[in-house]
């Protein structure tokens, strides 16, 4: 008897059947000059901000203006999970990789949504991360994935088959060290940032060689004894300072320098238990991409109070500023300030409140914020939870626009409260906390340790700005919060969603809505775009479920 191929596909078993289809699916290998080069070939997306200048801006543009409103959800993605799902995906010639939480990886048909294979990882049992159980992405290089787990480790895992390569353990989970980032492959390294700023930990960022999982480099946000910038701590404060690291960070290949935001110092709210501008918390970091070693840095927030990480994302772009060739550095901060740096030197060149600003009156010609201390049980602006946060911004070159995601919100300063004692893997928040009525603690973290913001006045604004002069453009208002990333397009659209549930697309030019989706649930990451066979798709993490959406 003759079987047909299509009939003998019908007889094989599941397992074996995705076993035979995989080869015909794989992507080609993502060499570094491709990773280069990512933003040159649209088609697909190659690294968690779509490209090493982390501008989550694609050159695709079948999806316009015109016919937007045509777009219809062509597949979802069930996550087998139900943890916070903040995954942006990453596309690879026609198949994608996605991370459900806390630490598994999924192959999919790009055009179709078939699962090819599932790599799932159990996290060591005990403190899992500040932040809970989040997965942001992976890394790609050659034909292997990288991806940072909850409790610590650093794994490969061949893009082939779903088989763990390798498994590096970057610190020590008991002592609440963890990762929730997307890493970021530069040439031949991983390099990866630790969470846990809220427990103790020193920060640090670190690389590691992609063959064979090794240390190549490691710096600390805190400098030890002897080490510039250590004096900013008092006494042994350094020990247990924060300083995480752990949103990803931006590469400019023709300085060779890495750069990453660095996250509050600790404890959070005790400062006077660190007296000192307690560097390098709160700051950018610029790092030789083959050593580790800091080339400069630049401190948002010193001696911060009020627990405004800078784990926001840098978004590099070459532009002329006073009418010369400039290479800079966008940066809209938690603060509620915007910057403007000179990413090449560190130099300051633009701050503006992009929001309701009162814990600073403004900056110096430095940079550095003018305090204007606010008493226990004042009203803070931003609060805590900031005026922006981790969830990645875009900026156009078409419409020369800076756009994000912001919280309008306030919060109440908090008594410093009694000196607290680090133990390891226990809450480092400090202070004395009395919530006045109408406000809502962070999700996630205990209401007796933390700042609050007032529900009935916090809503989502998503913003354009000119970075030229930090003014805004126009604004687009939500009636909830958003902790959605935005993601611009060649045909001058963007698209954001929020925690009301609606994935949107704007006029990136005027902010008009031109079509909108309910999703059903909260957009926690940020979006992203693809072509497969010469169709686009547009994809975004919600609620439990990834949803990708084309024209009809």
Same mark, same amino acid.
């Given at each position: 008897?003759?079987?047909?191929?299509?009939?003998?596909?019908?007889?094989?078993?599941? +397992?074996?059947?995705?076993?035979?289809?995989?080869?015909?699916?794989?992507?080609?290998?993502?060499? %570094?000059?491709?990773?280069?080069?990512?933003?040159?070939?649209?088609?697909?997306?190659?690294?968690?901000?779509?490209?090493?200048? %982390?501008?989550?801006?694609?050159?695709?543009?079948?999806?316009?203006?015109?016919?937007?409103?045509?777009?219809?959800?062509?597949?979802?993605?069930?996550?087998?999970?139900?943890?916070?799902?903040?995954?942006?995906?990453?596309?690879?010639?026609?198949?994608?990789?996605?991370?459900?939480?806390?630490?598994?990886?999924?192959?999919?048909?790009?055009?179709?949504?078939?699962?090819?294979?599932?790599?799932?990882?159990?996290?060591?049992?005990?403190?899992?991360?500040?932040?809970? !159980?989040?997965?942001?992405?992976?890394?790609?290089?050659?034909?292997?994935?990288?991806?940072?787990?909850?409790?610590?480790?650093?794994?490969?895992?061949?893009?082939?088959?779903?088989?763990?390569?390798?498994?590096?353990?970057?610190? /020590?989970?008991?002592?609440?060290?963890?990762?929730?980032?997307?890493?970021?492959?530069?040439?031949?390294?991983?390099?990866? &940032?630790?969470?846990?700023?809220?427990?103790?930990?020193?920060?640090?960022?670190?690389?590691?060689?992609?063959?064979?999982?090794?240390?190549?480099?490691?710096?600390?946000?805190?400098?030890?004894?002897?080490?510039?910038?250590?004096?900013?701590?008092?006494?042994?404060?350094? /020990?247990? &300072?924060?300083?995480?690291?752990?949103?990803?960070?931006?590469?400019?290949?023709?300085?060779?320098?890495?750069?990453? &935001?660095?996250?509050?110092?600790?404890?959070?709210?005790?400062?006077?238990?660190?007296?000192?501008?307690?560097?390098? %918390?709160?700051?950018?970091?610029?790092?030789? +991409?083959?050593? &580790?070693?800091?080339?400069?840095?630049?401190?948002?927030?010193?001696?911060?109070?009020?627990?405004?990480?800078?784990?926001?994302? *840098?978004?590099?772009?070459?532009?002329?500023?006073?009418? %010369?060739?400039?290479?800079?550095?966008?940066?809209?901060?938690?603060?509620?300030?915007?910057?403007?740096?000179?990413?090449?030197?560190?130099?300051?060149?633009?701050?503006?409140?992009?929001?309701?600003?009162?814990?600073?009156?403004?900056?110096?010609?430095?940079?550095? *914020?003018?305090?204007?201390?606010?008493?226990?049980?004042?009203?803070?602006?931003?609060?805590?939870?900031?005026?922006?946060?981790?969830? !990645? *911004?875009?900026?156009?070159?078409?419409?020369?626009?800076?756009?994000?995601?912001?919280?309008?919100?306030?919060?109440?300063?908090?008594?410093?409260?009694?000196?607290? /004692?680090?133990?390891?893997?226990?809450?480092?928040?400090?202070?004395?906390?009395?919530?006045?009525?109408?406000?809502?603690?962070? *999700?996630?973290?205990?209401?007796?340790?933390?700042?609050?913001?007032?529900?009935?006045? +916090?809503?989502?604004?998503?913003?354009?700005?000119?970075?030229?002069?930090?003014?805004?453009?126009?604004?687009?208002?939500?009636?909830?919060?958003? @902790?959605?990333?935005?993601?611009? @397009?060649?045909?001058?659209?963007?698209?954001?969603?929020?925690? /009301?549930?609606?994935?949107?697309?704007?006029?990136?030019?005027?902010?008009?809505?031109?079509?909108?989706?309910?999703?059903?649930?909260?957009?926690?990451?940020?979006?992203?775009?693809?072509?497969?066979?010469?169709?686009?798709?547009?994809?975004?993490?919600?609620?439990?479920?990834?949803?990708?959406?084309?024209?009809?």
């Amino acid at each position: 008897m003759t079987v047909t191929r299509r009939a003998l596909f019908a007889l094989l078993p599941l +397992a074996l059947l995705q076993f035979v289809l995989i080869p015909h699916a794989l992507p080609a290998q993502v060499s %570094s000059e491709r990773l280069l080069h990512s933003a040159d070939e649209p088609r697909n997306w190659l690294t968690y901000s779509g490209a090493y200048s %982390s501008q989550r801006y694609s050159q695709l543009k079948q999806v316009g203006p015109g016919n937007v409103k045509d777009l219809e959800m062509k597949w979802v993605f069930q996550a087998q999970s139900l943890l916070s799902f903040s995954a942006t995906p990453l596309v690879v010639d026609g198949v994608m990789y996605v991370t459900q939480a806390p630490n598994d990886i999924v192959a999919l048909d790009a055009k179709m949504g078939r699962i090819f294979w599932t790599y799932h990882y159990s996290p060591s049992p005990g403190r899992l991360c500040c932040r809970g !159980s989040v997965n942001r992405g992976v890394a790609i290089l050659g034909d292997t994935l990288f991806m940072a787990t909850v409790d610590a480790h650093l794994l490969a895992i061949d893009a082939k088959s779903g088989r763990l390569v390798w498994n590096t353990k970057v610190a /020590e989970a008991s002592a609440a060290y963890g990762m929730t980032l997307a890493p970021l492959v530069v040439k031949n390294k991983v390099v990866v &940032g630790v969470a846990g700023g809220e427990y103790g930990i020193r920060g640090f960022i670190a690389a590691y060689d992609a063959v064979s999982g090794k240390e190549s480099w490691r710096f600390y946000t805190i400098p030890g004894p002897g080490e510039p910038g250590h004096d900013t701590w008092s006494g042994d404060s350094w /020990e247990h &300072g924060g300083a995480p690291a752990w949103i990803t960070g931006s590469y400019d290949p023709d300085l060779n320098l890495i750069y990453w &935001g660095t996250g509050n110092p600790g404890p959070d709210f005790n400062p006077q238990q660190r007296s000192g501008d307690n560097l390098y %918390s709160d700051s950018v970091v610029a790092l030789d +991409a083959d050593t &580790g070693k800091l080339k400069w840095y630049f401190q948002f927030t010193p001696h911060d109070g009020y627990d405004y990480d800078a784990t926001q994302i *840098p978004v590099l772009v070459d532009a002329n500023w006073n009418g %010369s060739a400039r290479k800079l550095m966008y940066w809209g901060n938690r603060n509620g300030f915007f910057y403007v740096l000179d990413r090449a030197s560190g130099q300051f060149l633009l701050g503006k409140p992009f929001t309701n600003v009162n814990w600073a009156s403004g900056l110096d010609d430095h940079g550095r *914020p003018i305090l204007t201390p606010q008493p226990s049980g004042a009203t803070i602006y931003p609060a805590l939870l900031g005026a922006t946060n981790w969830y !990645s *911004p875009s900026f156009s070159p078409r419409t020369g626009l800076f756009y994000m995601s912001t919280w309008q919100n306030y919060g109440m300063a908090l008594a410093p409260g009694d000196p607290i /004692e680090y133990k390891e893997g226990q809450n480092y928040m400090g202070g004395k906390f009395s919530a006045p009525e109408g406000t809502v603690g962070m *999700p996630g973290m205990q209401r007796g340790a933390i700042n609050t913001w007032h529900e009935g006045n +916090a809503h989502g604004v998503v913003m354009a700005l000119d970075p030229q002069t930090g003014e805004k453009k126009w604004t687009f208002e939500m009636h909830d919060v958003t @902790t959605s990333g935005v993601l611009t @397009t060649a045909s001058d659209l963007l698209f954001v969603g929020g925690r /009301e549930g609606f994935f949107q697309a704007l006029d990136a030019r005027t902010g008009a809505l031109l079509w909108k989706a309910n999703l059903g649930g909260e957009t926690a990451a940020g979006p992203m775009t693809y072509e497969v066979d010469g169709r686009q798709y547009i994809a975004i993490a919600a609620g439990h479920s990834l949803f990708v959406f084309g024209l009809r």
